[in-house]
């Protein structure tokens, strides 16, 4: 009997996986927010200025598309930073109310200065992501202040700075005949004139470091060069030569600026320091060239050239002298603008009457739409985390300033109620 | 040796007792390994049609075998036979019961009348689970969906989408553990390419270990993926208790 049992164990036992068995599982993600909860700054001294900074900073998450807050509303913990120095947060009660992320942190006024120290929690994996970070502004930039901190947490999660504390330069007849050069916050908000000397002023172009915009002015008669310098520096005038110029951009941290200049009915681009010095022809030949943008290490230009007939995208490399042409389609493709990231350029290809902004890849492989719509949409411009782009649409009847995210999702107007706005050039972080 | 006559066997009492031992031996051991559950965890599925109850499948063509009653009953035989009645579809806004038809091998039973319009071909048990997934991802895109348990059946030993095997409780599972890491990944748009996770979960659904197999190649991604599966535990356990998952999550096709 104890022997038939025996068998017939050993035969159950037989039968039993040996192990676990092993499956494969394929999810396919979908574009949502990364949540993160905010405690409010914990304030030194009572000052109310908290709430307004705390708003700013939410705002600026969200401005992001990666990154949303949690309405503290949830919250099962305090809606304020109590335990700053503590080593360790009830990660349980945040992924509770589906937070993947804490951002705690302090502030303090010293004499004029806004100082604040944060730290960003990953909740889900519970542990601190990155160091405690301090940062400071003048009092009266606290909403500035925020953004940066909240451009800041962006990076945490996402490995690139977030864009709601940069700022868009544009022109802008604000309802008149002249046309300014205006500056706005990413957002929209905050609006100021850069110039006022009641011409036609174009094509503002940011320099590598943020710190000056060169533009196109009629002020003198005939179109010129000018800068502004951050910090009411009075601007100069770039090259002193009888030849127009069209248009100037960076080229790279050198300080060298790319030029479009008509000399003798030819339009060509040339290269030169910011005093105007040292030209140097990077287009040699007798067809009109325009629009140039340069890579994110300044060795290759994109540009349109007329050459084959139409006005098409050309990228040249300044190294080796070649040049080749990445666009095929349409008749007419022009204002190619090259990402942040070197990974696409943008452009406006014309469609019917109307022209729609499109992405290529700088191989001339691949093309993809980014902004269609049945009016106009040209002038892209990339914000500095590649993510983003500003363009201008008359999509209203005039022409306004719009943003978009890089997957053609979130097109927002920045210029409501400002007149005709067009030539948006989004600035590098200010820090 | 001598030989003794089996009437005089039978009137041993010693003997009778020795045989009746040996019969409800031979009982034990043969009603052991008949209905032993685990042993019939290791029998395959092939030429039955199975039936899936997995949220508004597509209806089944007309002429296909065996469509069985919509209801799954609680408590089914251990070997449930496919009728071979044929069924007008069910509407489709109702869950409805889908059939899987494995083409190469030969259906064991009396097989339907054939019907004089032509039939769509049937599909392979890979094709109706990629079907299914996507309506189900298409339904619920933020939340986990409602997946109705499949029939209660033996697990077989292949997993649900092998080359023709087809487990309609291990497909229903995948479905929900699928549905479930996918509304739990936030942030997916940062990732280029995919990151691979291997997951050891036990009987119930909690995660025994996890390791990052195969990097995306930027760390963040890497993380948002991670955060997703933590957020998922536990999972729901499954049918086969303990297992082991090769998990890749691919970001949705982003610039």
Redesign the interface.
Known sequence: ?KR?VL??LV??GL???AH????????????????VAVQRFALAEPGGASEEFYQALVAGLDFSS??RHVNPEAFVESKVTRDFEMPAVPCENW?AIGA?GLVQGEMRFVQNKAQVRFRVW?T??CRLLGDVAFRERDRPDLGLLARIVADDIVER????RGVSSTEIAFVSDNGRRNKEIWLMDADGSGKRRLTNNGSINLFPAWSPDGKTLIYTSFKAGQSELFLLFRGNRPGTRLINTKDEKYRGVWQNQDGKIAVVVSRQGNTDIYSVTTNGSSPQRLTEARSIETSPSFSPDGRQMAYVSDRSGSPQIWIKDLDTGQERRITFNGPYNSSPAWSPTG??IAYAAQAGNNFDLY?INPEGTFT?PLVTHPRSDEDPAWAPDGRKLAFTSNRRGRKEVYRVD??GNNTTLLTDGFGNSSNPAWSRWLD | MSYVPVESLLESRAFRRLLAWSVAGHVILFGGLTFNPFQRSAQVFTANPVMVSVVAAPPAPAAKPAAPKPAPKAAPKPEPKPEPKVEPPPPPPKPVVNEVVIPKEPAPLAKPKPKPKPEPKPKTAEQLLAELTQKVEAEHPNSVPDVPQAPVREAPAAAAGGPGIFDPAMAAWQLRVKALIHSNWSGSQICKSPPIFDLEIDSAGRLDSLALATSSGDRYCDESAERAVRKSIPLPPSPRGAIEIELVLTPKATL
């Open positions: 009997m038939l068998i017939a035969a159950i039968a039993l996986p676990a068995q092993r499956v494969r599982i394929d999810v396919t993600g979908a574009q949502r927010a990364i949540p990666v990154v992924r993947e990953d889900a994996r999660f996402t490995g690139r990974e696409w992405l993809t890089v997957d």
